[in-house]
């Protein structure tokens, strides 16, 4: 069935690095790929978000790059900040789903 | 503008209960999908319900059940509770398109079963 991959599941990145999260999918039919950021206690935050006729977007610190043709996604955090550390998911819709995760330390 | 509430945000159940968890959606959204979270887990889509109909479901069993009013707030019934069905509940709102649009989630119920 469609499915989601998400690596890694845990980053560790000292304070002002880049930090990369990748995510692939099956369904060649998904035409959606959000990103959400989860902080404990509360519900997943959109932070950013790219159409399948588009292979990138950025957004201040934050960008996303798609390859349709490899059916892989990455989110990409650049010069991070304390603030950054979460919980990250990765989403394609066609049928609405997650990946498992990436959980993002900053390190001071 | 409020975004997406959920109430309650704790709740114990035992089981074989039933129990109704309830969603506000974001003021001008139409659209209301319902998510099982699991500890460590992303969020898993049960079912999503636009114009008081279920439009799309997930790998859910008829144990979950959900309606929607019409003032677009939202219900999510889940019966004869198992020890499994422990999560976070969370539910996102959104704008009906034939495309994609963005979902806005709220902090979830925290649902625990003795």
């Known amino acids: 069935g469609e499915n989601v991959e998400q690596h890694p599941s845990t980053l560790s990145v000292q304070e002002g690095d880049s930090a990369v999260i990748k995510c692939t999918y099956s369904d060649s039919a998904s035409n959606y790929f959000p990103w959400y950021k989860q902080e404990l206690g509360k519900g997943p935050q959109l932070i950013i978000d790219?159409?399948?006729?588009?292979g990138e977007k950025k957004d201040q610190r934050i960008a996303v790059t798609l390859n349709k043709t490899a059916k892989h996604f990455s989110l990409h955090i650049t010069e991070t900040q304390p603030e950054d550390s979460a919980v990250y998911f990765c989403?394609?819709?066609?049928?609405?789903?997650f990946g498992k995760g990436t959980r993002l330390h900053i390190l001071p | 503008d409020a975004g997406v509430t959920q109430s309650p945000t704790h709740l114990i159940k035992t089981r074989g209960q039933q129990v109704t968890l309830r969603c506000s959606p974001k003021s001008g959204h139409d659209t209301v999908s319902w998510y099982q979270q699991a500890l460590g887990q992303g969020p898993q889509f049960i079912f999503q319900y636009y114009e008081e109909e279920e439009r799309q479901r997930g790998n859910f069993p008829d144990r979950f059940s959900g309606h929607q009013f019409p003032n677009y707030s939202s219900e999510l019934n889940v019966n004869a509770l198992l020890l499994g069905d422990s999560a976070l509940y969370l539910c996102?709102?959104?704008?009906?398109?034939?495309?994609?649009?963005?979902?806005?989630f709220g902090d979830g119920t925290r649902l625990s079963i003795l």
């Open positions: 989403a394609a819709k066609g049928k609405i789903i």
């Open positions: 790219i159409r399948s006729n588009v």
């Open positions: 996102a709102s959104s704008l009906y398109s034939p495309g994609n649009q963005p979902q806005h």
